[in-house]
């Protein structure tokens, strides 16, 4: 389960917190997966007493209005990230950034389709640059339900996709696909790669200009343990 | 079938206080923390085990404040998850005082029972401000996180909620503990603070604080 509560001496009008929680929530909270369960109790609060003083918001269309929700959406997604990073049994910290998407539906359906992918995951904790795992998720994201009217989204085009690696040191990324043809990946720079706690895959469609970022961990055998001994 | 309940790994949470090496780096060991706010991490017992780790916080406002929350879309949503929707949703986001959470019990999936339980818990939060009621109905959030299925055990709750109060701090300890109070599985508590200033008064130095837990059954989807 996820709790979380914000508490801010901001003056904030009761009427405007609803529409600024939600969006920083969209774009933090809602954008972490560590095993794809959504739980009974996710809940998160944001209380603003004004007890700092200066001028209420009371307008969305108000500059203070603006700052204040970047600010809220920076501060949640700090917050989300810490629990990521605290994945039952996680080694790893990674961000899923796919862009190039026509819509942004488009994209984060991917990003949280490859997040969540347990075969993405367990090559991750294995150290093994597996892109076909990632270019699989992808390819599956958008399709309809067995049993549903076929609506595929035509948001994929395989011959337009690139992957890559983007290690947290700041070093160069590592390209594993590109348009769709796979590159001759360097094994010992891949491995150095996934060394690091912090890893960003990168994939753009190569169809658009939307984007959207997940954040998730690998799956380590510990999160087995964990979870066998959790009892009801 | 030759495998025995012996040859099942068990899980040993971290030690008391033990924090992994590698996490250590999350937890800070300061911050600035908003003017106006108390909290506190108090020990109930909600699991039989635990013998002596904080698992009730209280977080609390010193004047009634504007409020919002987005809960689990979840359709098997916990009691408390109703219960504060509805406190928000009687009181038009406003006139809040507090949020009382405790670990170790989800209170889901525990029927009208459970509701009772969540809608007694906001209402032993409420009294300790001591207000009589203003006729909208609670004014503390309420949440629950834990094992699903079981019902709180909700006397021990209830008579430790005046001792939260009493507990109430501004100290970055005292945030430290109510961030450790909301863990499960949680490996390290996560607790985050920053200080910023908005357009219109640029003087003014404007605060904000939050914790947060998790570590399973993480795949959020909220609104």
Sequence with gaps: ???????????????LLPS?????????FNSITIDGDTSTNDTVAVLANGAAGGQEITSESSEDYTAFQKTLTEFATDLAKLVVRDGEGATKFVTIH???SPTEFGARKIASTIARSPLVKTALYGRDANWGRIACATGYALLS??????NEVEEVTPANISVSFIPGDGSPELKLLVNGEPESVDEARASEILEHEDLEIHVNLGSGKEEATYWTCDYSHEYITI???YRT | ?????????????????????????????????????????THVGVKA??????????????????????????????????????????????????VIVNSGCANAVTGKGGMEDAEKMSFEADKCFGE????????????????????????????????????????????????????????????????????????????????????????????
């Design chain 1, 98 to 100: 796919v862009t190039g």
């Design chain 2, 49 to 98: 085990t635990n013998k002596s780790n904080p698992d009730l916080a209280f977080l609390a406002s010193e004047t009634p404040c504007a409020a919002a929350a987005v809960f689990t879309k979840n359709k098997f949503q916990a009691a408390p998850v109703t219960v504060s929707r509805d406190i928000l949703k009687r009181r038009n986001n406003k006139g809040i005082r507090s």
């Design chain 2, 132 to 223: 009589s009621s203003d006729g909208q109905g609670g004014s503390s959030i309420v949440m629950s996180t834990g094992v699903i299925g079981q019902r709180l055990p909700i006397q021990k709750i209830l008579l430790k909620i005046p001792t939260a109060y009493d507990n109430l701090g501004s100290s970055h300890e005292h945030w430290l503990t109510a961030a450790r109070a909301i863990c499960t599985t949680d490996t390290f508590p996560k607790l985050i603070s920053r200080t910023f200033s908005l357009p219109s008064s640029p003087s003014v130095e404007y605060r904000m604080a939050g914790m947060t837990k998790g570590a399973g059954m993480i795949h959020p989807n909220m609104a």
């Design chain 1, 20 to 28: 600024l929680l939600t969006s920083a929530v969209n774009k933090s």
């Design chain 1, 1 to 15: 389960t996820l709790l979380g509560m914000i508490a801010t001496d901001a003056p904030i009008a009761p009427s």
């Design chain 1, 227 to 229: 979870n066998g001994d």
């Design chain 1, 145 to 150: 339900e067995p049993g549903q009217p076929i």
């Design chain 2, 1 to 41: 079938p030759a495998m025995s309940q012996t040859s099942i790994r068990h899980y040993s949470a971290p030690v008391e206080g033990a924090i992994p090496v590698a996490k250590q780096k999350y937890v800070p060991t300061s911050g600035t923390y908003p003017k106006g706010f108390l909290v506190s991490g």
